[in-house]
């Protein structure tokens, strides 16, 4: 994307934003560029799935879904290439960019990470797209509580089969992607019984439709219809009837049956079973954060490079009309909303580089793989907020144009708008991150039901202690730093700025695991729990904003040329400050900041998007999204929106 | 609505929440229940288009458009009634209220309002869809500054005809609703010229399509095509390469041409002009909030409806799955909305009822009109600024039975987009509002250009006393008692509440007034503007606030069921609350509210979802939703979607 004349500034930021897979990012932006993988929101839903599958077929010729899979399975291996190459077909279009998740990610990481030697031919199926697959765990009665489903699979000794069966009207397996029309496979997570016992949520693989696309004798499929986006996936419902597939199609990684029907595990506790399951689905949840931050930055693009030519109403001393970005409620509309962009981006390569470090063997410490998954969801959950919020305020910002679906606002805000409810409702997550906060990642705490945990803090734990597991020597220095006087520090020194987010976090998590202590004798766990959920939902977002203003640091201090990392810092102190501003309530009644700290967070906002201004387009510029992906009509036919004359 | 089973404190509180017009939405709610005025989400825009003009054919037959036109004109006069009757569209299908507020709202008002006798036989053929128009004002470089509106009307005096003409790209009219396929005629707002010299914006009635829908001769009209929602309505694009029209197609109601070209208008200022023009279509602002609210409306009846009775995870004490609406985090989402929307509720009314009251003839009193237009552009901000955000909290917490188009919350999520920006940009309109309290509504600052009066604040206002006119006695008694130390005023009673709400748009006023009086001899009155346009919007929105309690206060006074106003009294607490929370920081900040205070206030928000959390299905029932308008599948399938065993 860089060019001869393109300013250095520009590419030295980008190069920075990409990351440690860049190489990826590049090859992705020259060859998706190309039509053939664009959206096309003039299709009807039917439409739209054919070309979205027609375009998977192109991507297989890419090489982009081989770096999804081990070498011995067929693919090359590169889990972190594999989550950023899948990442930049957000900027093509989400809906193939979900469909080509659900095959190789989810469906194909199913298969992979659960299954055994025996499934590796279906890996190297689905790869080619010779085998379709969909992702069959949530039912219409149970999303967020996975480990409550109700399809069962049941032994049966005599034929050596296990029987899938959909055992009330709420078992049905309901917005599996692909379920409607083109999946002939799923792997689906049910309750698997042996021996008239229960043993717990695993993943089967149940073929669904014949080659001709008809449903299979005891398999209802039905289609989830129209969606509020995504309109190339192909959403639907699946019912079991007593559907009897092999003994072998039980993906047996963890746990297996032998032809009599006993039961194996590795792992003997049920709970830590199904949690380590879900862990190795990790890349799913990383996928999605990644991808939101995607839709958010073309619709930043989009919205600024609008912004600056745009204008509208005259300055009264000149006669002469204003452009909308000159207006300080545009700039502050738009330019936090960007510095967010840019703290995600850093927290996000992050976590693909731990991701891969973990999947290729390279980490190998125990507590990574819990921590990977806690940094996982919390991100998640920033990345879609943010999504959510940006593209909104982008579209708005646009006016009436932006309101037009050749400006592609509306798309990305109609396609993402799911993004915060699937791989995980954001405020269940928020919960998860919280609650391994407060539990300190004690062991026996994973294996307590979805609340249980707070009968574990609230009589067991000692004094929380947050564990800072992997935190690089930079960081470490900057807090040391931060540690004396922090009322008094310099708001403009990160060892201060570090120290406010430490300290709110450290607070909330230390006073809800209070909070729970004292009140949990009182009213019983639940309503302990229940008492404190805001305070706690708190706690989690105040780590998840720690964890990325961590990032963003350590992010910068990589970037050699000295005028983009001048950039990048005002930036970064956007980022602060704008949080601190959101959150200005919280640190005057927790006396963490004075009433005048406060005045003068509010005055640096505006003082940095002042200084910003001038670089708004090289700050979109480094984001990566090239003009020729952006297809907003607006952009394209500037002379129509701007008076011309 | 009301059945002999209902719960009384049902019944009394929707006819509160019904206000003057309860006969009118009563009448509407047996007559638009029935299928036919239903959306149809699966039809293309084509057939959606063709479905929602077929439905107002229908409408003319209930006489619900009638109400808007005088009685002269062949309607029935009752702009109170048609206003509300108009909204209750909005529960069916808000392409059909779109549309249908095009036809009769805009382009009837504009014609009915700004023309004179000559156009009467318009008037009469449009309410009968014997003539179907469109409100050409939009343009796509100007749509804000809608002064600065490019197209031209001049005056021919050979022909005695008016050329109306698009002389550059970005004059063409935009966004028009009815101008892609259905309007023959259009209203166009254009700067008419005569003898030379511009004269500034009029409106005139253009013919553009033939009976057979042909582009009439120098009319090109062409389609804005897919949005973001609306499919119903027919947005389209016009542009006039030197169109003929009779002089008489001036709208000549505040100024005319002679035939000879001469120029005449009661009004000399041409600014005021304008303005008074753009006055007399204040209904359609009207309209858009109420929609708005509406759409809010129908959005948490099926949240809340699904709330109740949608279970996730145990309680570990119990092992009995809880309901969504038993969890802390959802009370907390939902119920603010529930409280502002009833606040909202009271506010449309009352604004209705001034409206009335002057557009009848009943309210004479000069400073009515003025009052009006600013208080419907502070509801118009409040209303869409709320459905915006209530209707993405309603998606998010249906998860993802929330994305499905069968649960209808995506469909008003796309269609009420926009809202925000249609009849005023909220930025814009906001700052309308707050420049009308700054300048204390100065006669001469109207005249001035967009950004012109903060020269007249800079230089010559002294300082700013805010009329309050229009308030009632009980307001009047409240705010006398609240004027001695609030600070220490028991923050549960109103007159407390008050001054806090009062006290914030004070300040905000005063110190915006300041600001720009010492800026402005230092940078020029642009830049004074732009770096305090914060502090100038946050004035417009504490404004605007202020009047939505004052009306609250007032609705409740009127409720006579014991039971039902001290309901509504718990709904308001909870309003005040949540405002204060939301503001907690500037109230701090700026020691109208100390630590402790804000504390309070918090806890008071979840005492207040606590106390209400039983009374959550009558909150909804009392909104006035029917159950059949609702149309969302989850809400019929309720076995499915719940674990049924």
Redesign the interface.
């Known amino acids: 994307m860089s060019t001869t004349t393109e300013n250095p500034v520009i590419t030295h930021l980008r190069g920075a934003l990409d990351g440690p897979w860049g190489a990826v990012r590049e090859e992705a932006r020259a060859l998706l560029a190309d039509e053939k993988f664009a959206g096309d ?2 299709l ?1 839903h039917k439409a739209a799935r054919a070309r979205v599958l027609e375009q998977m077929r192109e991507i297989t010729k890419l090489g982009i879904a081989d770096r999804n899979f081990r070498r011995e399975n067929g693919g090359t291996g590169e889990p972190g290439a594999a989550v950023v190459g899948l990442e930049m077909l957000a900027y093509a279009d989400l809906s193939l960019w979900v469909k080509s998740g659900v095959q190789w990610g989810l469906f194909g990481g199913a298969v992979e990470n659960l299954g055994t030697e025996r499934h590796r031919e279906y890996v190297r199926r689905l790869i080619t797209l010779d085998l379709l697959g969909c992702f069959a765990m ?1 039912e ?6 996975v480990q ?1 489903l ?1 399809t069962t699979a049941t032994y049966d000794p005599a034929t050596q089969e296990f029987v899938v069966h959909s ?4 078992a ?1 397996k ?2 599996i992607g692909g379920a409607a029309e083109h999946a002939s496979m799923a792997a689906v997570f049910a309750q698997l019984i042996t021996g008239g016992e229960s043993r717990g949520v695993h993943c089967f693989l149940v073929p669904i439709r014949d080659s001709d696309g008809n449903d299979l004798p005891g398999v209802t499929t039905s289609d ?6 995504l309109p190339g996936v192909d959403n639907g419902r699946i019912v079991f009837d007593q559907v009897r597939i092999p003994r072998e199609n039980l993906l047996n990684r963890y746990a297996d049956v032998a032809p009599d029907g006993a039961y194996t595990s590795e792992i003997e506790n049920p709970s830590r079973r199904f949690f380590t399951t879900l862990g190795t689905l990790v890349r799913g949840r990383i996928s999605v954060g990644g991808a939101a931050a995607a839709g958010a930055r073309v619709a930043l693009s989009i919205a600024v490079k609008y912004a600056v030519q745009r204008k ?7 006669g002469e ?2 452009v909308l970005m ?4 545009h700039q ?1 509309r738009l330019f936090p909303l960007i510095a967010k962009s840019y703290a995600l981006a850093f927290a996000q390569n992050d976590l693909v580089r731990r991701m891969h470090l973990i999947q290729t063997g390279q980490d190998l410490d125990a507590s990574s793989q819990r921590a990977l998954e806690k940094r996982a969801a919390g991100l998640k959950v920033a990345q879609t907020r943010h999504a ?1 919020r940006a593209i ?1 305020e982008c ?2 910002a646009c ?8 400006n592609r ?2 798309t990305l ?2 396609d993402t ?2 993004f ?3 791989e995980g ?3 269940v997550l928020t919960q998860l991150v919280a609650k391994e906060l407060l539990t300190a990642y004690a062991d026996e705490v994973r294996d ?5 945990w ?2 574990f803090v609230a009589t067991t734990a000692g004094d929380v202690v947050r564990k800072r597991s992997g935190v690089r020597q930079l960081i470490q220095t900057l807090r040391d730093r931060g540690d004396d006087a922090v009322d008094e520090g310099d708001l403009s020194r990160r060892s201060t700025q570090l120290a406010l987010f430490a300290d709110r976090e450290d607070y909330l998590v230390r006073t809800a695991a209070h909070r729970l202590r004292a009140r949990a004798q009182e009213t ?3 309503e302990a729990f ?2 404190a ?2 305070h706690i ?1 708190t706690a989690g977002t105040a780590h998840i904003d720690r964890l990325i203003l961590e990032t963003f640091i350590e992010g910068i201090a990589d970037i050699e040329d000295p005028d983009a990392r001048t950039l990048a810092e005002t930036v970064c102190d956007l980022f602060v400050f704008s949080t601190l501003e959101e959150n ?2 919280w640190y ?2 927790h ?1 963490f900041m004075s ?1 005048e700290r ?2 003068a967070v509010r005055r640096g906002v ?1 003082e940095l998007v002042d200084r910003l201004r001038p670089d708004a387009l090289t700050l979109v510029d480094a984001m990566g999204v090239p003009d020729s992906m952006l297809r907003a009509a607006l952009l394209s036919d500037a ?7």
Do not use: C, W
């Open positions: 929101p003039t009807d949530t219409t009665g149970h999303g967020s509580d409550s109700e055992p009330t009207p709420s049905r309901d917005y989830d219809g129209l969606k509020g986006g509208q109403f005259s300055d009264p001393d000149t009309e204003v000159d207006y300080r409620a502050r959510t909104q579209r708005e006016g009436g144009a932006g309101y037009l679906t050749e606002l509306v805000k109609a708008d799911v915060t409810t699937f409702d954001n405020v307590l039901d979805a609340l249980g707070v009968r019983g766990p639940f229940n008492n959920q805001d939902l200005a309530d005057i009644m006396r009433v406060a005045k505006n002379s129509v929106y701007d008076r011309s004359r």
